[in-house]
């Protein structure tokens, strides 16, 4: 014959372990949702490392742009040089004649002056060319066990923490990198400057002479 007193105590298990049980699967539950939490995030911050990257080798390709642009209005700064010199030896040999139709030399088409480039594709350097995207597998549902959540868990953390670090060193160089062009367009800018003085000047020579 069964006790009477040992059915309130097989009641009160049977609640204990349904009542641990409902918060064992609160718990997952709320580890779940932030292990999904993680993967979302992780999966964002690796899109904008990727396009951090693209944006840092675009703008380094910008940058060799520049500089060829600048060594071109190098090269024409030495054309304008040479073209002043013809100049000066067209006059001094035009000061013994008093013709008014002196014969043309050709040293006067040697002030042939290329235009710079007008246009500079400012695209948007990457001082990280060799950065590796990492591609993983975000859709995976979450493991089964604490353990398994726990260790993907951290991994999600650090491998987040490695492209936060890549990001931020890619944001420093990219600073820099802006800085390095806009010095070299604020040169630019005032050799197109001179070069337009100097060739308004060599015109204006060069008329002078024409109507000796």
Do not use: W
């Not at 007193?5 to 539950?29: G, K, M, T, W």
């Not at 001082?127 to 868990?153: I, M, T, V, W, Y």
């Not at 953390?157 to 990198?177: F, H």
Request: hydrophobic share 30%.
């Amino acid at each position: 014959m069964s006790n009477p007193f040992d059915e309130p105590e097989r009641d009160f298990n049977h609640l204990a372990a349904y009542r641990n049980q409902h918060v064992q699967n609160q718990i997952n539950s709320s580890q779940d949702a932030t292990l999904e939490s993680s993967r979302r995030a992780l999966q964002i911050l690796a899109q904008t490392e990727q396009t951090g990257a693209q944006t840092s080798n675009e703008l380094a390709t910008q940058g060799e742009k520049l500089a060829r642009g600048e060594d071109r209005l190098e090269e024409i700064a030495e054309m304008q040089k040479n073209a002043s010199q013809s100049i000066q030896i067209l006059k001094s040999f035009t000061s013994f004649f008093f013709s008014r139709t002196p014969k043309p030399t050709a040293t006067t088409t040697t002030r042939r002056e290329e235009a710079p480039p007008t246009s500079i594709s400012l695209q948007c350097s990457a001082s990280n060319p060799a950065l590796q995207q990492q591609q993983k597998d975000f859709s995976g549902a979450g493991p089964a066990s604490k353990d398994a959540r726990r260790a993907e868990f951290d991994s999600n953390l650090n491998q987040m923490g490695a492209i936060l670090s890549n990001i931020s060193n890619m944001s420093q160089a990219m600073n820099q990198e802006l800085k390095v062009q806009n010095n070299r367009l604020d040169r630019m800018n005032d050799k197109t400057e001179h070069l337009d003085s100097v060739t308004r000047s060599q015109t204006e020579a060069l008329n002078k002479l024409l109507k000796k």
